[in-house]
């Protein structure tokens, strides 16, 4: 009997697992939606327009928006809201919002001007990553009430981590068939039909915490009542702009945190124009038809896993820092030498390459982060490193939307046998700007980390899929 249960596959709990299975089905619905939206966009609704490249990163802009202005605020909310509930309700309201789009889409793409498809693709994606502000933080919650135990904890992080690479693995190769076999209809239904699957799963499992060990020292006595003790909380809580307040000038005081966001935000340039620009990239620059777009993105997510495996190793051999500037250089110069690709395998190959020491050095900044930040901060540094990132994200993908399709347009040049045009110039330009901010990386950051070890904390949820850093 105990061969057999050492034998049997398990995952923490059956809640965690329910929780685990909504997941994975979600985060590869959100997979093939967000390539879909790509792919049509691009393909079909401004097929042989200029405005192509435009209008993609105007989905990149719709997600980056959500997360910059939502996202800061929505993690008070769900802390003051019944985390059940919100769970819930977030995947009925993407749900509902995908299965409305889902039902337009079945009108021919001609019956409508371009300009109110685009409207309601955004407004789609905008409400739907609005909606993960409150998803995201609430599953964080309940997870860590539910798993207590340091190692299980650490387990749950590493089946996170995981899960959401391994959708943009599947998701991608199927979104291209199901486009183009299919339809856009079906494609959208594929992701309204996974949140109806996590909705079931979450209602389904027992989110009841674990219990917390009796205190025996504490003195013996009537509690005081529910309502009472909530109420003499919330009229202790400090006002929700004053906390924000605070964590904004503790966080411009700090050289190294400001140099630490820097870096982060000249990283997004690459991960930015590839959100926009890869998939006129893949057609024009790899010759590679449509249909073989998805497997861009599967390299990416093996890309992914197999750097978020090997990070923790190398970060222990090499130290934190140096991770962080030697995975900027290397992730710079690789994409660099993508821009240069003309065939689909070897923009395969390299695509697989160039993530992993991108998945290392964010992995590596972690750490950094953590040690520089006290803990009564983390929350609102927090609040503020991700949106900022995000609109570097979000101004990156504007940027080079305008410049392929409208500044650099006509662009076409040579240099030592190589000839340049506007996609390619704009990978190769972000690349070596990015090579720059590990330079700039290898001086600015401390030699040694000198701030006492981050406590263990709950496992880090990955944010929803998105376009971002994705072909």
């Known amino acids: 009997m105990n061969a057999l249960t050492r034998l049997r596959p398990t995952l923490i709990s ?3 697992t329910r929780l685990w299975f909504g997941q994975a089905v979600s985060s590869v619905g959100d997979a093939v939606f967000s390539t879909t939206l790509v792919l049509w966009v691009a393909t079909v609704l401004a097929e042989g327009r200029s405005w192509g490249p435009q209008a993609v990163s105007g989905v990149v802009l719709a997600t980056s928006a959500a997360v910059m202005f939502v996202g800061p605020l929505a ?7 019944d985390k059940r509930a919100t769970m819930l309700g977030t995947e009925v309201l993407r749900g509902v919002l995908v299965a409305a789009l889902t039902a337009v889409s079945f009108v021919p793409v001609e019956d409508l001007p371009a300009g109110v498809w685009l409207a309601l693709v955004y407004a789609t994606v905008l409400a739907l990553n609005a909606a993960s502000q409150f998803f995201t933080p609430a599953r964080f919650s309940v997870i860590a009430e539910l798993v207590t135990d340091e190692a299980d904890r650490a387990r749950a992080a590493g089946l996170a981590q995981a899960t959401g690479q391994t959708a943009w693995i599947i998701g991608p190769p199927l979104a291209a068939p199901l486009l183009f076999a299919v339809g856009l209809q079906w494609a959208l239904l594929f992701n309204a039909l996974s949140y109806l699957v996590s909705y079931l799963a979450i209602r389904g499992a027992d989110l009841t915490p674990a219990a917390a060990p009796a205190d025996s020292t504490a003195p013996a006595g009537p509690k005081p009542p529910a309502k009472a003790a909530k ?19 503790f966080f411009a005081r700090s050289r190294f945190l400001v140099a630490l966001l820097l870096l982060t935000v000249i990283g997004q340039l690459g ?4 959100s926009t620009l890869n998939v006129f990239f893949a057609t024009r620059n790899l010759h590679a038809s449509a249909e073989l777009y998805g497997y861009l993105g599967m390299a990416m997510g093996i890309g992914g ?20 500037w030697i995975g900027l250089m290397a992730s710079g110069a690789l994409l660099v030498l993508y821009s240069r690709q003309t065939g689909f395998p070897g923009g395969v190959a390299l695509l697989f390459v160039f993530i992993v020491p991108i998945t290392m050095l964010n992995t590596a900044m972690a750490p950094l982060l953590l040690a520089a930040t006290p803990q009564e901060f983390r929350g609102r540094v927090v609040a503020v490193f ?4 995000r609109l570097a994200a979000m101004l990156t993908a504007v940027l080079s939307g305008w410049l392929a399709g409208s500044g650099l347009r006509d662009f076409a040049g040579s240099a030592a046998g190589l000839r340049f045009g506007p996609i390619d110039t704009v990978f190769a330009v972000s690349g070596l700007l990015i090579v720059l901010a590990g330079v700039y990386a290898r001086f600015a950051l401390p030699v040694a980390d000198k701030s006492p070890a981050p406590e263990p904390a709950a496992p880090a949820e990955p944010a929803e899929p998105t376009l971002e850093g994705r072909p």
């Not at 993690?75 to 809201?81: A, C, I, M």
């Not at 991960?271 to 590839?274: R, V």
Request: cysteine-free; overall charge positive.
């Open 271 to 274: 991960t930015g124009a590839l």
């Open 231 to 249: 109420a003499a909380e919330a009229a202790e809580r400090p006002g929700l702009f004053q906390d924000f307040a605070a964590g904004l000038r």
């Open 305 to 324: 896993i197999a750097g978020a495996l090997a990070a923790g190793r190398v970060v222990q051999w090499i130290g934190a820092r140096r991770t962080t």
């Open 386 to 389: 991700y949106p900022v990132t």
């Open 14 to 16: 059956p809640t965690y």
């Open 75 to 81: 993690g008070v909310f769900v802390d003051r809201w």
